[in-house]
């Protein structure tokens, strides 16, 4: 079965910047219509004009994620100007680095409350819509290796990662019923305008040394997983957690 998503309607999550933008211009390349989710609209715009010259149809909605209201409005909207959602990417996040030690509590319910329990509201809001339309879906929530694998002062972030890996699966037991399908796509160490200086340094260069694929992913290494598991060829795919990362997780301890 071909990867097309021609006909299909696919929301992005955090789609102003980073792997959320890449990830909106991969399915629009697969054929579907977008819609681009997240607080700045002003990004938002900017990305949807780049995609109308390859002929997509792009529709834009306020959404944050920690706001239950804000969520659901968004959804209705999108659904009001392109239709039903047929696949929700929950890449919305947001991390900071410091040891455990250090981590306030401002600072634990700053990335949980996006990380985790905003990506729960968001699977929860689209299935409830899916299921009254009996529709089907796919839902793909972009998790981490470090959800996998403990990585230092990263405590809240892998904390609600691997809550978000095991959350796909259990959610994907819950809602098969519904025709909706719910998989997870975790990432190694992808290079993007937040890490490359990083990457430059010494450290960086020692990190990636690790991998043994010996390189950095780039954004398009996500793009092939993300269309699958878009696309009716994965509709025997449910609870499925795919780790793309150059070898990273078998590396030797």
């Known amino acids: ?25 991969a399915l629009a390349r697969s054929g579907a219509s977008l819609v681009l989710a997240a607080r700045r609209l002003d990004r938002l715009e900017a990305l949807r004009d780049e995609l109308a010259t390859l ?13 239950t209201a804000s969520i659901a409005a968004g959804l209705d909207a999108a659904a009001s100007e392109l239709g039903t959602i047929d696949v929700v990417v929950n890449n919305a996040g947001v991390s900071t680095a410091q040891p455990a030690l250090d981590v306030s509590d401002e600072d634990w319910s700053f990335v949980i409350d996006t990380n985790l329990t905003g990506c729960f509201t968001v699977a929860r809001e689209a299935a409830q819509r ?11 929530n972009i998790a981490s290796i470090t959800g996998l694998r403990p990585a230092g002062a990263l405590v809240h972030y892998a904390s609600a990662k691997a809550g ?7 959610l994907a037991l819950e809602w098969a019923r519904y025709g909706i399908r719910v998989n997870a796509i975790c990432p190694g160490y992808i290079e993007t305008d937040i890490n490359r200086e990083f990457f430059a340094t010494d450290a960086g260069a020692a990190l990636v040394r690790r991998i043994p694929q010996r390189r950095l992913g780039q954004p398009d290494d996500l793009s092939g997983a993300l269309c699958l598991l878009a696309s009716d060829a994965s509709a025997y795919m449910t609870g499925s957690v795919i780790s793309i990362d150059g070898g990273h997780l078998c590396s030797s301890l």
């Open 164 to 170: 978000l890996i095991h959350m796909t699966k259990v």
């Open 1 to 25: 079965m071909e990867l097309s998503l021609e006909g299909k309607v696919a929301l992005v999550t955090g789609a102003s910047s980073g792997l959320g933008a890449n990830f909106a211009k």
């Open 55 to 67: 002929g997509t149809t792009v529709g834009v909605v306020a959404m944050d994620v920690t706001d």
């Open 130 to 140: 899916l299921k009254t339309a009996q529709h089907g879906g796919s839902i793909i």
